[in-house]
């Protein structure tokens, strides 16, 4: 079956660096997709990987390796507004898009 | 977001009446999506379309329908609402099948 994996909640402190990690079983894989979800909001896209490495946008970058179905995104200075939740979400062979459910992170002051 | 909206924003409704809720881009995005979002699970596929009046199922298709008769409106219909239909549905709008979806702000049903 396909799925992803992601860790329900985590916790940073304002200023930090956090990494969120998915890991992903597809049948077939075209991509993954990182998504931000503000509380009560639609989910807006941050980054897309197909190849393997680390692709950077500005405070956010983005990793994956496709031999071991790993991604993830790495958040640096760490503001008050990124508390949200991070969608990952894997691009299987019929170009389907396959959801995990969300990553809540929680940033404290 | 800019270019995709949907309504109503909110909506309660009985169990057993059809609903129909209302996906409308000004992108001319070929492909259109509508999703359903429960806590604890991820986005779920109910439908989606590649092209005016043509359609597929998703993962969790039972007791929807969809119509697209025009490139901007992208319908979803629930034909009888059950109490498991409540939920927070998402339409999406994507340019090709492996470009990055743009959401609209959702609609929250609550069937009573």
């Known amino acids: 079956g396909q799925n992803i994996d992601q860790p329900t909640e985590m916790t940073a402190t304002e200023g930090a660096i956090v990494q969120i990690n998915c890991t992903y079983q597809t049948s077939g894989f075209n991509g993954l997709f990182w998504y931000q979800q503000h509380a009560g909001e639609a989910p807006t896209f941050l980054s897309y990987n197909v190849l393997d490495g680390l692709e950077e946008k500005g405070r956010f970058s983005s990793f994956l390796s496709r031999s071991k179905g790993y991604s993830y995104l790495l958040l640096k200075e760490l503001q008050m507004k990124d508390s949200a939740s991070y969608l990952c979400a894997g691009l299987d062979s019929n170009y389907q898009l396959i959801w995990g459910a969300g990553t809540k992170l929680i940033i404290k002051p | 977001d800019a270019g995709i909206t949907q309504s109503p924003r909110h909506k309660v409704t009985e169990t057993g009446t059809p609903v129909t809720l209302r996906c409308h881009q000004t992108e001319n995005h070929r492909y259109m999506y509508w999703y359903r979002q429960d806590p604890g699970h991820g986005l779920r596929l109910i439908h989606y379309?590649?092209?005016?009046?043509?359609?597929d199922k998703g993962e969790v298709s039972d007791g929807y329908s969809v119509s697209r008769s025009k490139t901007e409106d992208f319908l979803l219909t629930l034909e009888s609402a059950t109490s498991s239909q409540t939920s927070v549905y998402f339409c999406?709008?994507?340019?090709?099948?492996?470009?990055?979806?743009?959401f609209g702000s959702g609609t929250r049903l609550t069937v009573v």
């Open positions: 379309s590649y092209g005016v009046k043509d359609t």
């Open positions: 999406a709008i994507s340019e090709n099948d492996n470009y990055g979806y743009t």
